[in-house]
């Protein structure tokens, strides 16, 4: 069975902070809009968006009826160094979620995304000698590996890699070479449709290839146009975001239909998070929120 989710990024609750100046929409209203618009769960969003205490985080979601399917943990993989404090928020965000009564939740690993200036400013157009060195990769694999275990260890829950642009492992070649690197019984992936888009790959030969591999699913459209207009003007990843890169569900290029009936035809049983980064003057976060779920509603999963 396959259920629908939406996440606080599509409020404008992101990991980056574009617009210091504006006031955050706070949490009750991002779950209660979530609950309006038809979705059936969230994910975590950043640490200390929703609460942090176990019990008030159970109140609040069990209040809508809503369910946690996962927390978004970025570290800056390719640096040993910072394996230590990646452990130590992983935990803490399992913790928090096990504690929580969610269980099947997903530490969601990924880069620390938007660090690096030069996969920042190129995201989008990678080229090879952009990529991580092979003692980088060793690095890399390792430090996933380590937290995956360790969650497993101490929770019993599941860990997968989200690749995103402006970090390490955006494009398909960076994406492949790290499943093949890490354990396929202890890292999933989570493919994000938009990000696959924007580092140029296409979501349905990537749900094909991996879908052994993918225990977890983020519905993001991606708009090429606008990408383009940002590359012609030199812009970054932070500013195709702000141009609405991430459109709207069925406004960008993604098959979301034939993506639909693939996953039906492999029997996919597990979550469908909604994304579209609705940052302050983009739109209504919540008529964006319910945009999306009629649409998917037109895709019959």
Known sequence: ??????????????????????????????LDEIK????????LGDWGFLPTQAH????????????????FVPVAFADKT???NGIETALKTAKLMYDAGFPEAFIVLSDNN?????RTQYAGRISPKMGLSEHQWENFAAGIEKIAQTVKNNYGMRTVFHHHCGGYIETPEEVNAL???????LVGLCLDTGHYAFGGGNPLE????????????????????????????????????KKGVFCALGKGNVDFKKFAETLKTMQYEGWVVVEQDVLPGMGSPKKCAQSNRNYINTLEL
């Not at 629908?4 to 209203?29: K, M, R, T, Y």
């Not at 990537?206 to 590359?231: G, M």
Request: contains cysteine.
């Open 179 to 185: 499943l093949a690197i890490t354990p396929p019984e």
């Open 114 to 118: 938007g660090t690096l200036p030069e």
């Open 82 to 84: 910072q394996h230590k």
């Open 206 to 241: 990537a749900l094909q290839q991996y879908k052994e591999r993918i225990w977890h699913i983020h519905f993001k459209d991606y708009a090429p146009t606008i990408a383009q207009k940002v590359f012609t003007a030199n812009g970054d990843y932070f500013e195709a975001v």
């Open 56 to 71: 008030r985080l159970s109140a609040v979601l069990k209040k809508r009826s809503l369910d946690l399917v996962g927390a």
């Open 36 to 43: 309006a618009t038809g979705y059936e769960g969230t994910e």
């Open 1 to 30: 069975m396959i259920k629908i989710a939406n996440a606080p990024c599509s409020w404008g609750a992101l990991e980056f902070d574009f617009e210091d100046d504006v006031q955050a929409i706070g949490f009750d209203q991002v």
